[in-house]
């Protein structure tokens, strides 16, 4: 890369944004609390904000086709990072956010970083958003990271959502509301593994107050060892509206899933469904892939990449 990144640093990149070298366009790369390197494009500009530590993305009305990328690494310890981010998507747009943090903790210490994301999703845009979160380092060591994410869809706006969580986070609480107009979509898909002693939180809350609007959810988690993991998302229709969530949940060892699914219809013309499902691998599927010449091990991790995938 042409900044003077580390291997730790580059790699950390190409885990949680599958960055090989500066991308082109509008990107915006934070490093220990600090700015690494940033850049605009014609239709997309990234400025630092004047009251809070983070930027505005601002995206300008019919832009289509971009990309921005915003990471997050961090290998210093004993370190609380925290962020504001805010992104104005105007009209007619279809863009892509990746986002994300990487924690590389080399000490029996903590690291933290705590990012706030918040967007206004202009009418008939649509944008796709997507966020990993990453660990690494000493087994010791303590790594958090508590995300919030809001969102805000205007009229007959689109939004994907991928929000991962990959090994090695010692603890998470991760917030996430999103608002609905007339007429706007959400897909949502978050997918988790804990290990260990880990703990991992997620709370989500959808209001669908436009007539025609729609949220769709799903969850998929694993939880290894002693590892446990809440999930409570709840969506609230208060209009002609649609909406699913499907939380599943595979565990392994010791772990413990709690999954609190909920709906809420404010209105007769709102139609609302949840289910939910927790339990281990089933042995026949096991027995099934060792019958192809994979191992015990293997097997397990061909499942398991398939129902994360």
Known sequence: ???????????????????????????NIRRNGELVQRSSSAFIDIETKDDLPGIDIRIKDGTRGETVYIPVIMSQVEMNDVVYNTFYVGEGCDVTIVAGCGIHNSAHQTSQHDGIHEFFVGRGSRIKYEEVHYGEGDPDATRILNPVTEVHLGENAFCEMNMSQLEGVTSTKRETNVDLAEGAKLILAEKMMTTDEQWAESNMRFEMNGEGSSVQVISRSVAKDDSRQVFSPLVVGSAACRG?????????????????????????????????????????QIVKLQTLGLTEEEAEQEILDDFLS
Do not use: W, Y
Not at 1 to 27: Q, R, Y
Not at 261 to 269: C, D, G, K, L
């Open 244 to 284: 699913h969530v499907q939380c599943d949940s595979i565990l392994m060892g010791n772990g413990q899933v709690k999954s609190i699914p909920a709906i809420e219809a404010r209105s007769p013309e709102a139609i609302l469904m949840h289910e939910a499902a927790i339990g281990k691998i089933a042995g026949e």
């Open 1 to 27: 890369m042409a900044v003077d990144l580390s291997p730790i640093d580059e790699s950390l990149l190409a885990t949680i944004a599958n960055m090989h070298g500066m991308p082109k366009g509008a990107f």
